[in-house]
């Protein structure tokens, strides 16, 4: 809940004044970095109603990065470029991003998707689809999942 207030606050407000940008320095520094070891810095775009789960522990989120609404992302949780694919991702509405997963380069992530814990995903991710692996692949959802 911090990291988005502190997200919200520098979003909606950095921009006006020094005094405000300072106020928001301290506040990203203390709160969002010590406390929680996330980075969010204020030029993300973010759509409303994102939960970042269990107090988004370790997270990082490149500054052009665009999430739609209702996503949910959980910890340790990496968004950005990759160094041979200049890009930043495009993450849709109502996306569950599992715990510890990389989303790096030029990469869209559909409407209703699911990306595994851990995964790495470096290619798009078709509209209600569930990507999980290392690197990313998409599953077929006509066969059956064994767990």
Same mark, same amino acid.
């Given at each position: ?43 993300? %775009? ?16 490149? #500054? ?21 694919? #200049?890009?930043? #991702? ?31 995903? %470096?290619?798009?991710? #078709? ?21």
């Amino acid at each position: 809940m911090w990291v988005y207030l502190v997200w919200r606050f520098g979003h909606l407000h950095a921009r006006r004044n020094v005094a405000i940008r300072v106020l928001y320095g301290v506040l990203d520094l203390v709160v969002v970095r010590s406390w929680a070891g996330a980075r969010v810095p204020a030029q993300v %775009t973010i759509g409303e109603r994102v939960a970042f789960l269990h107090d988004a522990q370790g997270l990082v989120i490149h #500054p052009r990065v665009v999430i739609g609404d209702d996503v949910r992302i959980y910890h340790q949780v990496t968004i950005g470029s990759a160094t041979n694919k #200049p890009g930043i #991702p495009v993450i849709g509405n109502g996306v569950l991003i599992g715990v510890g997963a990389k989303i790096l380069g030029p990469v869209n992530i559909g409407d209703g998707a699911r990306i595994g814990a851990n995964a790495v995903v %470096t290619r798009d991710v #078709p509209a209600g689809a569930t990507a999980v692996g290392i690197p990313a692949r998409v599953l077929d959802p006509r066969e059956p999942q064994v767990c």
